[in-house]
């Protein structure tokens, strides 16, 4: 499990660590991912990119997880990364815009498209003509393929915590 768990953490990666200190440790998921460590080690190389080399922002991929989680009613994808979004500067105001979801009013155009896509992704597998536009006037061919493996991971990972029912920890917050 040591090697599954260290190909989360590339040391190539330019972006700075995620906060550990009195951050929630995850061991359901972690308990979870060890019974099977080859998979675990495959699955963490692909969620280390999204985590530290994606060439989304810390902020964007933690709305599209969000996102997701709350779509996909994953309890503990959503309450797992309101401390990463907390640590990405995502306000608690904005976190209800989440739940709302892209038509929220606080929305700036690329944000409300990338909330969209993941709205779009999860029903239809497709993002729309329309979408597809808006977020690709900010944003370049790599950023718009690490957007949708973000939600294809996350997704995955929401089937997942959801079907071999992995609980919340009791140390990650409950709002």
């Known amino acids: 499990m040591r090697e599954a768990l260290a190909a989360l953490f590339p040391p190539e990666s330019d972006r700075p660590a995620l ?4 951050r929630p440790k995850a061991l359901n998921a972690l308990g979870t991912f060890a019974r099977h460590p080859v998979l675990s080690r495959a699955f963490n190389t692909f969620n280390g990119h999204l985590l530290y080399t994606s ?3 810390d902020r964007h991929r933690e709305l599209l997880v969000l996102r997701v989680a709350v779509v996909r009613g994953s309890e503990y994808e959503r309450r797992q990364h309101i401390v990463l979004a907390e640590d990405v500067g995502i306000s608690s105001e904005e976190m209800a ?3 709302e979801g892209p038509n929220a009013a606080g929305w700036q155009p690329l944000e409300r ?5 993941v709205d779009e992704l999860l029903a239809d597998a ?4 329309r979408t597809w536009d808006a977020l690709s006037s900010d944003l370049g061919t790599e950023q718009l393929m690490d957007l949708v493996f973000t ?5 995955l990972l929401a089937m997942a915590f959801r079907s071999f029912g992995v609980v919340p920890d009791e140390d990650l917050p409950t709002s």
């Not at 906060?19 to 009195?22: A, F, H, N, Y």
């Not at 498209?113 to 896509?117: E, F, K, N, Q, S």
């Open 97 to 99: 815009w989440i739940a």
């Open 126 to 129: 497709r993002v729309s003509d």
């Open 55 to 57: 060439t989304l922002s």
């Open 113 to 117: 498209a990338m909330l969209r896509a």
């Open 151 to 155: 939600v294809g991971a996350y997704d």
């Open 19 to 22: 906060r550990t200190e009195g």
